[in-house]
Each structure stands twice: as C-alpha cells, then as structure tokens.
T-cell receptor, first 109, second 113 residues
Framework: GQQVMQIPQYQHVQEGEDFTTYCNSS?????IQWYKQRPGGHPVFLIQ?????EVKKQKRLTFQFGEAKKNSSLHITATQTTDVGTYFC?????????FGSGTQLTVLP | KAGVTQTPRYLIKTRGQQVTLSCSPI?????VSWYQQTPGQGLQFLFE???????NKGNFPGRFSGRQFSNSRSEMNVSTLELGDSALYLC????????????FGPGTRLTVT
C-alpha cells in the first residue's frame, strides 16, 4: 500500500552533534506533520507543513517540506539529552494519515 | 484544557477473550482516531470517528471495531483476542479531522497471553 518511508531507523549522536531524519512518499502529500515520542510516552505533535518548499523553525529544530511535496526533513542543531525519543513524520498519501516508521534518536552525554 | 484520556492504562487478557478500550477526547474535538503501536509495525491506523460516524478505516480485521458517542467519547473493541494483538493502543483527537494535527492520549497497553 501507499506508505510514508522514514530514514534512518536509529541514530546515535554525541551531545552537541546535529541530527537529521528524512521522510519520503511516492505520492504528493497535502501536508506533512512531525511528532515526537519520548521513551514510555505518547506521540506529541510538533509541527505541520503545508506549502511546497516550506521551512519552519522551532528553536534548534528546522523542518522542511520538499518542493514536490513528497519529502520532508527534520534537522536538530546541537542535540541535547532532552531531544532523546522517536521522531515520526506523518502524511496522507491516501485517505488516512499514515505515519512513517520513526527515527529513534539516542543522545550520548 | 484537559488532554486526551484513555482507560484503562494497562490490561492483561487471555487469547479468545474480548476487550473494550475507552477514550475521552479534548473538549471540543469531534474527531477521534485509534492507532495500534507495536515495535515491529510502528503506528498503524485503525479507524477514525467524527460526529459518531466512522469516517475512515484502516486495514485491520473485523475483530477490531469502534464507536463514538454523542459526547465524542469513543470506544474500541477487539473480539477473539490473539497473541498478536498485544500492543499499545493510542487514541488521538483532533479539532479538524483525522488527517490534521493529532493530540494523542497516553495509550492503553494491552497484553494478550
């Protein structure tokens, strides 16, 4: 079926290093959403991008939506231990909201 | 505003039994979606209800069903439980609909033995 692919599956970084996770769809997405799930917690909405080429920033987090609206990325600058968790993208390649498989980020102090 | 609440938080059931999970959305939210989260399959969409009507359904067998009440509270039911149904069941509410900003509850951890 139509999916939203996300890479990498796991990422270990030293505190202070940057981190990027990528999301791709084979079909055009009307919007892309990003969520963060802390260990033992539930997904928490971070942001929604709607426009082609859109870039939004939240402090150290930068979100991009591709020009063709088929891909997106989340970049974290200078990671901190509080950034630990799994980051999910979610889009709508078909009728329903489809989540990527997530990128589990570990930040080593 | 109070967040999304789910009950119970933990549940242990035996294969073949049935289970009902409950979700109370954020006040004013009319859309409630249910997801199954497992380590192997990630977050899988079960169904969405909006104003008591099922608006969308994921690719799950008929053993999985749900409903929504007039106060937007929702329940999901799983009949004839199988070991593979062990998962975290997450409910999410939305002001606009199931394809927009989702507010998740803490989930119900179901273990089937």
């Amino acid at each position: 079926g139509q999916q939203v692919m996300q890479i990498p599956q796991y990422q270990h970084v030293q505190e202070g290093e940057d981190f990027t996770t990528y999301c791709n769809s084979s079909t055009t997405l009307s919007n892309i959403q990003w969520y963060k799930q802390r260990p033992g917690g539930h997904p928490v909405f971070l942001i929604q991008l709607v426009k082609s080429g859109e870039v939004k920033k939240q402090k150290r987090l930068t979100f991009q939506f591709g020009e063709a609206k088929k891909n997106s990325s989340l970049h974290i600058t200078a990671t901190q231990t509080t950034d630990v968790g799994t980051y999910f993208c979610a889009g709508q390649p078909a009728r329903q909201l489809t989540f990527g498989s997530g990128t589990q980020l570990t930040v080593l102090p | 505003k109070a967040g999304v609440t789910q009950t119970p938080r933990y549940l242990i059931k035996t294969r073949g039994q049935q289970v009902t999970l409950s979700c109370s959305p954020i006040s004013g939210h009319r859309s409630v979606s249910w997801y199954q989260q497992t380590p192997g399959q990630g977050l899988q969409f079960l169904f969405e209800y909006f104003s008591e009507t099922q608006r969308n359904k994921g690719n799950f067998p008929g053993r999985f069903s749900g409903r929504q009440f007039s106060n937007s509270r929702s329940e999901m039911n799983v009949s004839t439980l199988e070991l593979g149904d062990s998962a975290l069941y997450l409910c999410a509410s939305s002001l606009v609909g199931g394809t927009h900003e989702q507010y998740f509850g803490p989930g119900t951890r179901l273990t089937v033995t």
